[in-house]
């Protein structure tokens, strides 16, 4: 529920509270399907479509998309509902990664993902194509040639 400790001058969630929510839930998602312990890697999108009010309860859900060797791309989506009005709105979607650790904060393998449906098969495809060119724009940036996780 959004309360008034989380909200800003005009009544609306502060980006930052729900942006910490998600990284908690995407955390969340990740580590249990990892096995162990997950820390994020990077926010990929965070795209605030309309705002949730004081009173609103907020409901995140997040899935793993995409897993590559050692990582996991995690799409939350939030919405809000009014509790009186039962007007619900995507407030908030969210593409974060997430890197798999062992005990020494290593890098450690992620099972593969098991995809079942044409759908499932079309946002993998779409989130790897994503991460190809994030990760190239990383490369172009730190001018590094580092290979993906």
């Known amino acids: 529920m959004v309360l008034l400790s989380?909200?800003?001058?005009?009544?609306?969630?502060?980006?930052?509270?729900?942006?910490?929510?998600?990284?908690?839930?995407?955390a969340i998602c990740a580590q249990r399907y990892a096995g162990?312990?997950?820390?994020?890697?990077?926010?990929?999108?965070?795209?605030?479509l309309s705002p949730a009010r004081v009173g609103d309860t907020v409901t995140l859900r997040a899935q793993v998309v995409y897993t590559g060797k050692t990582s996991m791309?995690?799409?939350?989506?939030?919405?809000?509902?009014?509790?009186?009005?039962?007007?619900?709105?995507?407030?908030?979607?969210?593409?974060?990664?997430?890197?798999?650790?062992?005990e020494k904060m290593k890098p450690t393998l992620v099972p593969p993902l098991t995809l079942t449906t044409d759908e499932e098969k079309q946002v993998f495809?779409?989130?790897?194509?994503?991460?190809?060119?994030?990760?190239?724009?990383?490369?172009?940036?730190?001018?590094s040639p580092r290979k993906p996780a």
């Open 73 to 102: 791309m995690i799409s939350v989506d939030v919405d809000a509902e009014n509790p009186l009005k039962r007007d619900k709105r995507r407030c908030v979607t969210a593409l974060l990664t997430f890197v798999a650790v062992d």
């Open 6 to 26: 989380h909200t800003n001058s005009i009544g609306t969630i502060f980006g930052g509270v729900l942006m910490s929510w998600i990284d908690i839930v995407a």
């Open 36 to 48: 162990r312990i997950a820390v994020t890697a990077s926010v990929d999108a965070l795209n605030f």
């Open 125 to 143: 495809d779409w989130a790897s194509e994503r991460r190809r060119i994030l990760l190239d724009q990383m490369r172009k940036r730190s001018g």
